[in-house]
């Protein structure tokens, strides 16, 4: 281990290990810190839908950056991704308006998108249901990955590839600080490490490192209920598939001139409730992962979340997707919650200590899509490229 480094990043989810990826990429000498053994928070506990088509303003840069950064490294090292398109699926006339505004928002900005009628959608997608699906609108350009494997063949690709980058794991940081010219990082059991710059993209961990900074801010947690199937070997769906209710909820949508106008059903009203818009993706295993919901908690009260599934939203999510689709939801493998830190009022909450210690976290859903495009723009900014 050197005795100082360029940058050192504290939190090895998709956010933090993309800092430590284009930094090492611009020949610094990198230290990689994860609390963890491996990271097991957000950047695994999600769908590996890499969409976007479903992001808004620079945030569809940063996933356009993203998506070919993916492709890229897919060639030279397998992390997982699959180049199998997203597709939105619309079930009434409101969201069929959506479809078509938002098709021709991407028309004009040269980001290939297909509509698809009800014909050409069900002999693509054959378990989906004709009674629900009207039309759709397909990016036959955007990936998927495995989220459980997706980060760590990252780090697997990196420590490989990048002869000036370290990973420390199983590495709870205790204190970040200015110390003179450098910034000293001290780890439980007292080790301390010097380096001229720090990243702390620390997730939804908002009470190890600068609790009082974190308290005062309008920061949120979210906790998200997926399930996945066993198996299903006969099935073939393939990619992103979303729904209506992804339709009224993704930011690009939003933007659409219809959307102001739009009403909820009142069979969509309780769904809405629990932030749920049904999402299907078929892993390389043949599972089904089915979801999600969104529960909210005050940053410092993550407790009122709570550590169990509520199966209340469980029910509600199968009993919307069988409306959807038809492959057996009746047999499942697992279910799950996952947590993401945002910022209720900013797309991400960034924050400067001395133009050394840059801290970024509260990305919120966004991170799997638009980790690596805003870090390499981060990244530029912070050693002034």
């Not at 297909?114 to 014909?119: D, F, G, N, P």
């Not at 529960?295 to 959807?324: F, P, T, V």
């Amino acid at each position: 281990m050197v005795s100082k480094y360029d940058l050192i990043v504290v939190g090895a989810g998709a956010l933090g290990t993309f800092h430590a990826f284009h930094a090492a990429a611009a020949g610094k000498r990198v230290l990689l810190l994860e609390k963890d053994q491996r990271p097991v928070n957000a950047t695994v506990r999600n769908f590996g839908m890499v969409i976007a088509s479903g992001m808004s303003g620079k945030w569809f840069d940063y996933g356009v950056y993203g998506t070919e950064l993916y492709k890229s490294i897919q060639q030279r090292f397998d992390v997982s991704v699959r180049n199998n398109g997203s597709v939105y699926i619309a079930s009434d006339d409101d969201e069929q308006q959506l479809l078509h505004e938002l098709k021709a928002t991407y028309d004009t900005k040269g980001y290939r998108a297909e509509l698809l009628s009800q014909t050409q959608l069900l002999a693509k997608y054959p378990a989906m249901k004709a009674s629900y699906c009207r039309e759709a609108l397909y990016f036959p350009q955007e990936v998927s990955v495995e989220p459980n494997l997706f980060i760590h063949k990252v780090h697997e690709y990196m420590l490989s590839s990048f002869t000036n980058f370290e990973m420390k794991r199983a590495t709870v940081v205790t204190d970040c600080s200015v110390s003179g010219s450098d910034v000293a990082v001290t780890m439980a059991g007292g080790e301390r490490l010097l380096a001229e710059r720090a990243v702390i993209a620390s997730g939804h961990e908002f009470r190890l490192l600068f609790p009082a900074l974190f308290k005062e801010q309008k920061l949120s947690v979210s906790k998200l209920q997926m399930l996945r199937t066993k198996p299903l070997p006969k099935l073939a769906m393939a990619g992103n598939i979303g729904t209506g209710l992804s339709i009224r909820r993704y930011e690009a949508f939003k933007e659409c001139p219809g959307f102001a106008n739009m009403k909820t059903p009142d069979h969509l009203l309780e769904l809405e409730s629990y932030g749920i818009h049904i999402l299907l993706k078929q892993a390389i295993d043949g599972t089904v992962i089915i979801g999600d919901s969104h529960e909210y908690a005050k940053i410092g009260e993550e407790e009122n979340l709570g550590y169990q599934l509520n199966q209340h939203i469980n029910d509600l999510m199968l009993k919307e997707a069988s409306r959807i689709a038809d492959f057996d939801m009746t047999n499942l493998s697992e279910s799950w919650a996952g947590y993401y830190g945002l910022h209720d009022q900013e797309d991400i909450f960034e924050h400067a200590i001395e133009d050394k210690i840059f801290i970024t976290v509260g990305i919120g859903g966004k991170g799997m899509t638009c980790s690596a495009g805003y870090a390499q723009e981060n990244i530029s900014k912070i050693f002034n490229q």
